[in-house]
């Protein structure tokens, strides 16, 4: 498969080279920085909000939903372009991502006007609440209870690792709707405004240091949730989950190929045996990824990218980190040119970029659970 042959995508391409560099904010106005990844600054709002207008915020849309009809490769080229300048689409990536999209694939029409076009227009914020303090990796296992209750629902259970949630505005909710059933069938998915009565949030620093508060403990309450706010069939979030995690995970070997990418643009040391294996694995993920999107025999393949993806990452942070010697550790450090279009993580210490890449060996799955899908889905083992 040749992606950059095709004209069509090359033109796509340019066209976005183009749209950036006419709208980009400048860098005088863009002094406010996101303080997590719910937070969206005034000017990254307007940012986001051009893009939606103009069908270049998630292009795979239809244009009322901030898009541009454009096929996989456009998008991978979009995609491309942004990391190459080392830019951000939105600083909601998960409610962009991952929120707005499952709203678009099982939300009612009232929901995609009133929750995920306000979502992708910046104009209000959302964070994923599926992880539990007993429910992790195995999600199906969830909690937090639901009860019916004339017009709404009542909720009371806690919620954890909920990225942004101090920041948000709404949280996709994953809760137990039946209890009697098996476990994978009595859940449904809620969304609930942050600003309900009984529902607290406890932001919590991650092992990256104390500046870095993303992470949230949820509380509910007998919080009252409208009925109108349950997203997809009662008792039917199974569906909306792998869904939502279907959109987390199609295009992430991009993101760890981005990632690569700036460990190799920024080592402290760019030769030797592991700069060597860096640029092949950067090289194989790349190649791996466009076989994927060129249509994919058996879809556990993506756990493939999502696992080789996140552990390439770690090993290139964790050789950074050991080649730039003490200095590797100083906070804050300047270890990649700053650009006001994108997070501090990536000009962060080589120690923070290290630990860092756990997130990317955990969220979305772990390493363990991708090694279990492997084995089972791919090579036939038994269970
Ligand atoms: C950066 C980051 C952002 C996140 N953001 C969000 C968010 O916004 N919203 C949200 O809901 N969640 C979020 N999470 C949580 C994430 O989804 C969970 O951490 C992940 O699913 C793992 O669950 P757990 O932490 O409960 O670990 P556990 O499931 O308790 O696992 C603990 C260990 O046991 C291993 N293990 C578990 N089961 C098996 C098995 N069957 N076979 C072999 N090994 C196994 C795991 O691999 C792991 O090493 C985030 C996590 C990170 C790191």
Redesign the pocket.
Known sequence: MKLTDDAEVEKFRAEFAAFLDANLPAETEATERPRS?SHIPEWARRWQRKLFEAGWLVPGNPPEYGGRHATLPQMVAHQEELSRRRIYHSFNP?GVG?IAASLLSFGTEEQKRRWAVPILRAEITA?????????????AGLATRAVADGDHFVVNGQ???????HDADVLLT?VRTDPDAPKHKGISVLLIPTATEGVTRRPFA?INGAHDT???EVFFNDAEVPKENLVGPLNEGWRVANGSLGHERTMLWLGYVEWMDDVIRDSPCPHGEWYADLLMDRQALRLLGYQQLSGTRNPAEVSVLKLFGSEAVQRATLHALEAGGAESLLHPAQTGPYSHMSMESSWASWFERYT?S????????????Q??IIAERILGLPR
């Open positions: 990844t998960q991952i964070s994923l609440g599926m992880s539990e303090p007993g429910a992790g990796s195995d999600l919620k954890v690792w909920t990225s942004g949630a994953f991650s993303d992470f949230n860092r756990f997130g990317g060996t955990i969220a979305g799955g772990t390493s363990e659970i090694r279990n």
